[in-house]
Structure formats: structure tokens, C-alpha cells
Nanobody, 126 residues
């Protein structure tokens, strides 16, 4: 069984930065594509970004391109989301997700597919 735990959320001013972490327990971490999603109150869950098994391929949602960066450390079973130039509209609960699919398919994940963390709150004040 795979379990994901996010950390690193908090309150930050607009223009600031945060780094979210996702700790993954279970075997074969390096065989999973990893993704980050977010959900703001009253809105649909939104794809933020994804990274492939080896870390060589990454994809981002249009709203975060150029500001957010995903990375992973397979030796530590960790995935990260570096968030820069944060805006109030980035305020949401951020979720880490994993599935044995190519990174290009991570964006299509649903809450009933793969594995998901419980989420971490990110609040950006103006």
C-alpha cells in the first residue's frame, strides 16, 4: 500500500515562496509518476504539475507555468513543489498524487485513481 503525506503549507504574502514536500511510503516509488493538484473553496480540483519516474519529464498547468517547479528524490521517496511569485489566487489545499502512469497522464487522474495525500493548506495574502 502506498501512502502520501504532504507538508510545507502555510501563510505567505503575495510574491513570496513556499516549498511543499510529499513523503511517500511503500515500495517501488521510482515506478510512479507524481503529481500535484490543488482545490480552492467552491472550485474544481485543478492540475498543478507532474513529474515522470526518473524526473526527466515535467508538465505544468497553465496558471503556474514559469512560477512553480516540481522535483523528486527517488532515494528519499520524496516529491517537491517549489512555488515562487505566489499570488492570492494560488490559495488552495494542495494535494500530492501518485500513479503508475506516464507523467503526461497524471493530469487526468481522478480522486478515485492512484494514490492521494490528505492535502496541505496554502494561503497567499495580498
Amino acid at each position: 500500500q502506498v501512502q502520501l503525506v504532504e507538508s510545507g503549507g502555510g501563510l505567505v504574502q503575495a510574491g513570496g515562496s513556499l516549498r511543499l514536500s510529499c513523503a511517500v511510503s511503500g515500495r517501488y516509488f521510482s515506478s510512479y509518476g507524481m503529481g500535484w493538484f490543488r482545490q480552492a473553496p467552491g472550485k474544481e480540483r485543478e492540475f498543478v504539475g507532474a513529474i515522470g519516474w526518473s524526473g526527466g519529464s515535467t508538465y505544468y498547468g497553465d496558471s503556474v507555468k514559469g512560477r512553480f517547479s516540481i522535483s523528486r528524490d527517488n532515494a528519499k521517496n520524496m516529491a517537491y513543489l517549489e512555488m515562487n511569485s505566489l499570488k492570492p489566487e494560488d490559495t488552495a489545499v494542495y494535494y500530492c498524487a501518485a500513479d503508475r502512469v506516464p507523467s503526461r497522464n497524471i493530469a487526468a487522474m481522478t480522486p478515485t485513481s492512484g494514490y492521494w495525500g490528505q492535502g496541505t493548506q496554502v494561503t497567499v495574502s495580498s
